[in-house]
């Protein structure tokens, strides 16, 4: 039997690049290998996102239109909604016993965030919700409800994965074996940095290159993507290795790469040219992207039914485990016990 994939985005934004060489990359890998189910994260989403509905429900068929464009392919994966499967909020409230506050608050990936947000929206310990705080909570139940083995994610989910196995051993101490503990798997490219050159790129800090971006947009981030600053004039030679436009070409794998680092060492190559290559060679990246981005955009009932279908998969399987969950912690009143 294939063993069962989990992960997940929440639908806060389209898919950028970090995304795609983070982790989608190894979805569309791993898709022929795994029972491969993608959680479209909206509960995960309104922790943080509660007073913008609209721009979360506008961003669960964007983004499964993305993820199709990009390559997972509906008839091997379950791209799922994650507000209609009850037993991961069911799971969520039975796993906050298992957690201290100060736990919740000493993972990294919280902590990094509420500090992001606080330098956004100011020091306002209020801004902080009590679901936000635990969202690691409901991660953990979503990739138990599912049964994961393993958990396809980049470098920032990393202590929620471990924060999910502790729960897990938690569980089992307690109310003997019945939850798997997942294993994380990066990418060689775990960690996409921004285009500010910041470490990583994401939809909340405003440094992402979207697949979909139109060509002007991306042209116009291009163009401002952060450079070596020790490069002033044209023919300076520069240090390819802190310069986001180097970065990208390598990511892209342009094949005239080695060239491009040259160029760039002994002064031969500008940045505004440099840029303008890497505009050229994203532009055709990007094409097939957006070629099949175009039909589902135009086959939207297509991508509803794709979403519906995959629910209900995802859907039967968390009942299963709940089954399970209820016998160990005794709360099956009605169900006979062997
Ligand atoms: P948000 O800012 O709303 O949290 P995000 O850009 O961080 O958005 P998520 O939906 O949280 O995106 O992440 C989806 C997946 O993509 C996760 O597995 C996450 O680790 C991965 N990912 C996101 N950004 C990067 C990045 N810059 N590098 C590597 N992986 C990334
Ligand atoms: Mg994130």
Redesign the pocket.
């Known amino acids: 039997m294939k063993k069962t994939i989990l992960t997940g985005i929440?639908p806060t934004g389209n898919l950028h690049f970090g995304h795609l060489f983070g982790a989608v990359s190894n979805w569309i890998k791993l898709q022929d290998d795994y029972d491969t189910f993608i959680e479209i994260a909206d509960v995960q989403a309104l922790t943080d996102n509660f007073n913008n509905p609209e721009k979360v429900r506008d961003h669960v068929l964007e983004l499964t239109i993305d993820l199709l464009a990009a390559g997972l392919d509906s008839e091997k994966v379950h791209i799922f909604l994650q507000s209609e499967i009850k037993e991961i909020a069911e799971l969520t409230v039975f796993y906050s016993n298992l957690v201290t506050m100060a736990r919740l608050y000493r993972n990294p990936t919280v902590k990094t965030e509420i500090a992001q947000k606080k330098a956004l929206f100011g020091n306002d310990g209020e801004s902080v919700t009590y679901g936000f705080v635990g969202y690691p909570v409901s991660q953990a139940a979503d990739i138990t409800a599912l049964q994961g083995d393993l958990v396809p994610v980049g470098e920032?989910q990393l202590p929620l994965i471990e924060q999910c196995r502790e729960i897990v051993r938690k569980f089992n101490h307690i109310y003997g074996e019945t939850l798997k503990e997942p294993e994380p798997y990066l990418s060689e490219n775990a960690r996409i940095k921004g285009l500010d050159g910041k470490e990583k790129m994401?939809k909340?800090l405003g440094n992402a290159i979207y697949l979909k971006d139109s060509d002007e947009e991306l042209k116009k981030k291009i163009m401002g993507a952060v450079t070596d600053p020790k490069k002033i004039k044209k023919d300076d030679k520069a240090d390819p290795e802190v310069c986001m436009v180097y970065y990208y070409h390598k990511l892209i794998k342009n094949d005239n790469i080695k060239t491009v680092c040259s160029e760039c060492k002994a002064g031969k190559r500008g940045c505004v040219f440099c840029k303008q290559e890497l505009y050229q060679k994203m532009l055709e990246y990007l094409k097939p992207f957006k070629e099949k981005r175009k039909y589902y955009e135009e086959h939207i009932d297509e991508v509803k039914k794709i979403l519906q279908d995959g629910t209900s998969c995802a859907r039967e399987k968390a009942e299963n485990t709940m089954k399970d969950v209820k016998k160990s912690m005794k709360i099956d009143y009605f169900e006979e016990r062997g």
Request: charged share 50%; glycine share 24%.
């Open positions: 929440r920032d994401g909340s």
